[in-house]
């Protein structure tokens, strides 16, 4: 089993950027697949974003604007957010697939 804690959400103007943090209570090597997701208010959870060993995946949506990154000496995921627009405005939440668990989101508005 694994814990997943978000952070580095905020209010952010277009244009701007942020850094999701995505820190595990227990050594991510194991871990194959980990990702960001979001949901806006009204709207189904979508993927954002995804990384393996040796493999990225992005929504279109973000591509060229956002990159994930891991860092399994910190037990830690990233998202760095570039270019940021209004529609991002979302909660974003960390995801492992094995152990499957969620992390508790946090939230990133993005004002026009």
């Known amino acids: 089993q694994v814990q997943l804690v978000e952070s580095g959400g905020g209010l952010v103007q277009a244009g701007g950027s942020l850094r999701l943090s995505c820190a595990a209570s227990r050594s991510i090597f194991s871990i194959n697949t980990m990702g960001w997701y979001r949901q806006a208010p009204g709207k189904q959870r979508e993927l954002v974003a995804t990384?393996?060993?040796?493999?990225?995946n992005y929504a279109d949506s973000v591509k060229g604007r956002f990159t994930i990154s891991r860092d399994n000496a910190k037990n830690t995921v990233y998202l760095q957010m570039n270019s940021l627009k209004p529609e991002d405005t979302a909660v974003y939440y960390c995801h492992t697939d094995l152990p499957p668990a969620w992390g508790q989101g946090t939230q990133v508005t993005v004002s026009s």
């Open positions: 990384i393996s060993v040796g493999r990225t």
